[in-house]
């Protein structure tokens, strides 16, 4: 099944809007909620930290809801249910990614169950994660595509057997280096120096086919892939829509929206940059490791007063305008 991975800069906008959105209606920010890496909390910080997100899990789930949002980007939820809102933005943390060996990494070596991330999925259970605090022997279950326990299938070639895009260049797949190497700490320095006052080409390089945000989806892959379990029922559509299962999508994403926060700090040609479009181009991508040219269409979220969709989860009026900087809108953090 081809994998539709087209969604996740329109997610990447989003979800920096709804979830890391915490001080509605502040418009004077003088003490800004300072963001911190995954590794730098204390142990307690970690439990709570998990222990909110376990409490946004358990809210009210219901086949019935429909999403609002085209593309679907946005999981049905009605009001008594997964409204998230900014009660944890505050507590945002990212995490750095470790290029050198991901799957070796200490991030996931923590099997606490109660503070710790857990580590890779069973081969044996079709990659179910197996430790940690969301484990499938704790109370933690994901509801979408249907309801299951989180998996984690490492996967550090994505395009070269796992997942087919739609592109033909099969040279492209067998001759690429693995997915790691569009975020090694050089890659992503280069980023937050480079492209000054270049937004296009900052987003071009973050969000293209093997950019680092949809590469550390992909070696992830299970749900942070956005791919049906094994066992799904027919007419599971693998896409970008669940990847939020697996916590650490709040934590890769907020590293997604820190690459931006520093690239802004660095020019002032940068501060306000902006180009817009809110679905990522899939007929034809320049088959590159680092794509070039800009990969957004639908410019219909193009300008600072465009409306960013959010089927109603915004607490603010969603313009461009009101979420460009973190700190000088409704919005109020920062990153260490
Ligand atoms: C921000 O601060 C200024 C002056 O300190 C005040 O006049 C204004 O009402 C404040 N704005 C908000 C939204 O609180
Ligand atoms: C949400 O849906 C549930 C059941 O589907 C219903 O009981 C509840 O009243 C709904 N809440 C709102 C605010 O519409
Ligand atoms: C795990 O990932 C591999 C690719 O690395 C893929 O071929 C396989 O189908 C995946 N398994 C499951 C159960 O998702
Ligand atoms: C695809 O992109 C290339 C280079 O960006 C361009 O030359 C070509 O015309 C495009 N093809 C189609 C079908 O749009
Ligand atoms: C383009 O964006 C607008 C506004 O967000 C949305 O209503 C429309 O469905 C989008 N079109 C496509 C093809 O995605
Ligand atoms: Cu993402």
């Known amino acids: 099944m081809a994998f539709n991975s087209s969604l996740f800069t329109l997610y990447f906008v989003l979800v920096s809007l709804l979830l890391l959105a915490g001080a509605t209606g502040t418009r004077n920010c003088t003490r800004p909620a300072v963001r911190k890496e995954w590794r730098s909390l204390s142990q307690e910080e970690q439990k709570h930290w998990i222990s909110a997100v376990k409490c946004v899990a358990h809210l009210l789930h219901d086949e019935t809801f429909v999403p609002t949002v085209n593309p679907p980007d946005i999981a049905a939820y009605n009001a008594s249910g997964s409204l998230y809102d900014g009660g944890i933005s505050k507590d945002f943390v990212y995490s750095h990614m470790d290029a050198t060996d991901f799957y070796g990494s200490a991030f996931f070596k923590d099997s606490n169950s109660k503070s710790g991330l857990g580590g890779w999925g069973d081969a044996s259970t079709q990659f179910r994660v197996l430790d940690g605090a969301f484990s499938a022997s704790s109370t933690f279950r994901v509801s979408y595509p249907f309801p299951h326990t989180l998996r984690r299938n490492f996967t550090l070639f994505p395009l070269f057997d796992s997942l087919s895009f739609p592109t033909p260049d099969v040279v492209w797949k067998r001759t690429r280096p693995a997915a790691t190497a569009s975020f090694t700490e050089q890659v992503v320095e280069s980023m937050i120096n480079g492209f000054v006052g270049d937004f296009k080409g900052l987003q071009a390089q973050m969000e293209g086919v093997e950019g680092p945000h949809a590469n550390v989806h992909f070696i992830v892959g299970g749900d942070m892939g956005g791919i049906c379990p094994v066992d799904a029922p ?27 926060f520093k690239w802004q700090q660095k020019h002032a040609l940068n ?66």
């Open 234 to 260: 027919a007419g599971c559509i693998s896409g970008p829509t669940f990847t939020p299962n697996d916590p650490l999508f709040f934590l890769h994403h907020a590293m997604v929206d820190r690459v931006w």
């Open 271 to 336: 501060k306000y940059a902006f180009a817009g479009g809110s679905v990522q181009k899939l007929d034809n991508f320049t088959v590159q490791l680092l794509p070039l040219d800009f990969i957004l269409t639908n410019l219909s979220c193009s300008k600072m007063d465009s409306e960013i969709p959010t089927d109603g989860l915004a607490p603010l009026p969603s313009t461009v305008s009101n979420v460009i900087s973190t700190t000088e809108g409704p919005l109020c953090y920062v990153y260490e």
